[in-house]
């Protein structure tokens, strides 16, 4: 993870001034992560594909792709895969996402590893999302984590497969 440097903390409404659609803004700090790689990119699509196919017939919500602008708290983050249930479609506003999603994806890269695993996921736990998949692309390996009383829980670890009980579907990529 690279950090820009900038001089003092930003806002939010700050930040939104910014002209570069890849950033995040963590704790009051601009990060600006290196474009990821193919593999990574390939598992993004096929998890995308696979969940997208079932929500066509489900109907129970909706599944986006990054770079999209998840607003929590003072937070501002682009996870790789933003799932929102039908009944929560409202929590987007002027083309951004202004609560926490019901589901988030994020696809594991050298450079982003920390923030992921310990950064997001903290921020990703206090807003409350509510199922969490870290992925990691090189052998496809799926770490979920369910949101219970406020703190995550390892639900599983499995090569290649998708479980959640929130999208109602379970995908093999």
Known sequence: MIVTEI???LTVEEFMQIPDAHIELI???V???ASPGYGHQTV?????TEIKIQLRKSKSGEIVVAPMDVFLGTHVVQPDLIFISTARLTIV???KIHDAPDVIFEIISPSNAFSDTKVKFDIYEQFGVKEYFIVYPEDKTVVKYVLTD???HEQYRE???VRSEIIACEINF
């Open 159 to 161: 090569i290649g497969v």
């Open 27 to 29: 704790d009051g700090f």
């Open 7 to 9: 001089k003092k903390k």
């Open 31 to 33: 990060v600006k992560e």
């Open 150 to 152: 406020g703190k995550y």
């Open 44 to 48: 993004v699509g096929d998890i995308f």
């Open 93 to 95: 506003r002027d083309g």
